[in-house]
T-cell receptor, first 116, second 115 residues
Framework: GAGVSQTPSNKVTEKGKYVELRCDPISGHTALYWYRQSLGQGPEFLIYFQGTGAADDSGLPNDRFFAVRPEGSVSTLKIQRTERGDSAVYLC??????????????FGPGTRLTVL | AQSVTQPDIHITVSEGASLELRCNYSYGATPYLFWYVQSPGQGLQLLLKYFSGDTLVQGIKGFEAEFKRSQSSFNLRKPSVHWSDAAEYFCAVQISNFGNEKLTFGTGTRLTIIP
């Protein structure tokens, strides 16, 4: 079946601009995660959705970052007033919700954001 | 908060040789443990995972990992590497409360294979 998809695959923008990154999870997966991976680093958690609501947004670095998942499927990560330090690969993952049992997160290919 | 340490930034092995990638975690209880592989320009692919039970887990592509509670380690092994195994490998942990929490990743180990 189809995996997690992310669009665009690459995004180049200028400092100060607004960007939106989209994630389409695996069908039926109720949990959705955003991570950010800077060059030479492991992915770092940003935010986690259970259904439509953000269950944990403790990883968002500041109020320029915001994410939504209005219908419990597709999610959009929004970055306002982009800075050069926002340049990274943004990864999305999804998983099933198994009633408190451990699950596996499946990752998309990522969106490479470059802020000039 | 939990943390993950991958002490080897870069490892080079000959094709056909055995491989062990180290991973240590810091957490008060036993977390859920994962190894992911990332090829250049690709997303993360799950190699294997440990939730409970047998401490030696088998994964895809001939990889295995052993959970050692006393050492807080979850090292990845492969008896004979192939050139296609060249990639970045990430160890990750998840706290074991509700099963849906975030993953905390190590900084990764880059594996180079020489002929």
């Amino acid at each position: 079946g189809a995996g997690v998809s992310q669009t665009p695959s690459n995004k180049v923008t200028e400092k100060g601009k607004y960007v939106e990154l989209r994630c389409d999870p695996i069908s039926g997966h109720t949990a959705l995660y955003w991570y950010r991976q800077s060059l030479g680093q492991g992915p770092e958690f940003l935010i986690y959705f259970q259904g439509t609501g953000a269950a944990d947004d403790s990883g968002l670095p500041n109020d320029r970052f915001f994410a939504v998942r209005p219908e419990g499927s597709v999610s959009t990560l929004k970055i306002q007033r982009t800075e050069r330090g926002d340049s990274a690969v943004y990864l999305c993952a999804s998983s099933l919700t198994l009633g408190g049992k451990p699950n596996t997160q499946y990752f998309g290919p990522g969106t490479r954001l470059t802020v000039l | 908060a939990q943390s993950v340490t991958q002490p080897d930034i870069h490892i080079t092995v000959s094709e056909g040789a055995s491989l062990e990638l180290r991973c240590n975690y810091s957490y008060g209880a036993t977390p859920y443990l994962f190894w992911y592989v990332q090829s250049p320009g690709q997303g993360l692919q799950l190699l294997l995972k440990y939730f409970s039970g047998d401490t030696l887990v088998q994964g895809i592509k001939g990889f295995e990992a052993e959970f050692k509670r006393s050492q807080s380690s979850f090292n990845l092994r492969k008896p004979s590497v192939h050139w296609s195994d060249a990639a970045e490998y990430f160890c990750a942990v998840q706290i074991s409360n509700f099963g849906n929490e975030k993953l905390t990743f190590g900084t990764g180990t880059r594996l180079t294979i020489i002929p």
